[in-house]
């Protein structure tokens, strides 16, 4: 055995993700994307492909069973799928969940989460076709695969884009992180002195971007309608400036984004005001707002243009161009991605 030992911590999420690829090697031409984008491409037929994606989601890590019911953390676990499928432009088909459980969950806690594992179903459309359940020494462990379908010609991945393209995103952003903010301190008040009551009323829009996010397939079926194909795509999982940097760098391209541009909504605004953050960072990179990032050619600006929820935020250039923002007094900053940091 070797004396050396790297902190994964050294190399991050994404390190220690492209670590592992190195040491994976693609047998079957049907596997026409392995690691790497939101979701693997198989081909199936001469049109169409198969796409699968799958996430690991752990109590204490990922949800809170103190502030998350157990049937929003079954929804949460589907629609973060749904949402790797969509961000592939595709139509989710199928899903397995694998569960594991300690002794603290009855059976009646098992319902509780698959209400909210079925309702995802129901809304998104997709069979539950498998899974496995096993026992954990602690706490919840749910692991979600998700299956999808699209033809060739309409797949996004994150690499399409192209110079002069436009930087479109769904919704607003950073409102799941800010309600992350309220649960957190309100768990804290609550800890301190069990009598008190949270204070959360005022917080439902944030709180329930946190707790029940939504995976944007109705953008996926409206791109489709309005015959629009992104030239790149992902979902926002880590934060809008880290998911533009796997854009800029899957595409080579660089990326210019505007400050007045970026879709905030006013609770997520006002509310981080209230705890001391800057509203625009919290937009950067706040993380798990699950809406869709994705750059489009110029002749399809017109189809979208006057879309209510998509928001015109920047556009691509070449890569020597940089990954940047332009505050509202004209000023250009070097975005930095910072994203989640699990490790
Ligand atoms: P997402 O935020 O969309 O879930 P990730 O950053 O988790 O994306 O994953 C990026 C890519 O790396 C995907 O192609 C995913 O399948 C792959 N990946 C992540 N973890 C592993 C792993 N432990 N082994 C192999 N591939 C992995
Ligand atoms: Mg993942």
Redesign the pocket.
């Known amino acids: 055995m070797s004396e050396k030992r790297t902190e994964i911590s050294e190399i991050g999420?994404?390190g220690?993700?492209d670590h592992?690829?190195q040491s994976?090697k693609i047998k079957h031409q049907s596997t026409i994307?392995?690691?790497?984008?939101?979701?693997?491409v198989i081909d199936i037929e001469n049109e169409r492909v198969l796409v699968v994606?799958?996430?690991l989601l752990l109590e204490g890590v990922h949800f809170d069973l103190t502030y998350a019911p157990l049937t929003h953390v079954g929804f949460k676990a589907v629609a973060?799928n749904i949402?790797?499928v969509a961000?592939m432009n595709a139509i989710p088909k199928q899903i397995t969940v694998s569960i594991a459980l300690s002794n603290r969950f009855s059976v009646e806690a098992v319902d509780a989460l698959y209400a909210g594992i079925n309702a995802a179903a129901e809304h998104y459309g997709v069979d539950v076709v498998g899974g496995d359940t096993t026992s954990s020494r602690s706490g919840l462990v749910i692991s979600v695969t998700a299956l999808g379908e699209v033809s060739k010609d309409r797949l996004a991945y994150r690499s399409g884009a192209k110079e002069n393209d436009i930087i479109c995103v769904s919704g607003d952003l950073g409102g799941a992180f800010i309600g992350l903010q309220i649960l957190e301190r309100e768990k804290q008040v609550y800890l301190s002195n069990p009598g008190m009551q949270p204070e959360l009323d005022k917080y439902q829009i944030v709180t329930g971007r946190q707790i029940r996010p939504e995976a944007r397939m109705d953008i996926v079926y409206e791109l489709k309608d309005f015959n629009v194909v992104p030239t790149s795509m992902?979902?926002i999982?880590?934060g809008l400036a880290s998911e533009l940097f796997h854009i800029s760098k899957a595409s080579k391209v660089g990326v210019t984004i505007y400050e007045d541009k970026l879709p905030i909504d006013k609770q997520t605004f006002d509310t981080a005001v209230e705890l001391g953050l800057d509203p625009i960072t919290c937009v950067l990179n706040g993380g798990e707002d699950y809406e869709l990032l994705f750059t489009i050619d110029q002749k399809d600006f017109k189809k979208l243009e006057k879309h209510p929820d998509i928001h015109f935020i920047g556009h691509v250039t070449k890569p020597e161009g940089g990954k940047n923002l332009v505050t509202k007094s004209g000023t250009v900053v070097q975005l930095k991605a910072q994203g989640w940091q699990h490790f």
């Open positions: 999420e994404f220690l993700i592992l690829n994976i994307k392995g690691i790497g984008d939101d979701a693997a994606t799958t996430d973060v949402s790797d961000a992902m979902d999982s880590d």
